[in-house]
């Protein structure tokens, strides 16, 4: 069976994977495996955004992660620092409490 020439550039766009399943699903159901190629390659397009947003959130919620711990890191050091500090000056018989 040939493929109408138009499609093939949809079906690059939007996903080869898609239309390769699209294309097999459709001979099977109505002998037009073009139509079912488009179908396939709009399908895992929308699969694809749906990875990609899944992804980029998992991402973000990461990168939160990690800034939050580094203020927690930041926040004990700085803690630390001012102890060590306040001791030495009250061992000099200075007055620096924090």
Request: net charge positive; hydrophobic share 45%.
């Amino acid at each position: 069976m040939k493929f109408p020439l138009r499609l093939f550039p949809l079906a690059a766009l939007l996903g080869a994977g898609g239309a390769a399943v699209g294309a097999v699903v459709g001979e099977i159901a109505d002998d037009d495996a073009g139509k079912g190629a488009v179908y396939g390659a709009a399908i895992g397009a929308i699969a694809g955004r749906r990875r990609g947003r899944q992804q980029q959130a998992q991402a973000q919620q990461q990168a939160q992660a990690q800034a939050q711990q580094a203020q927690q890191v930041t926040a004990a050091q700085l803690d630390g620092f001012r102890k060590a500090f306040s001791a030495c000056m009250e061992g000099k018989q200075y007055i620096a409490k924090f």
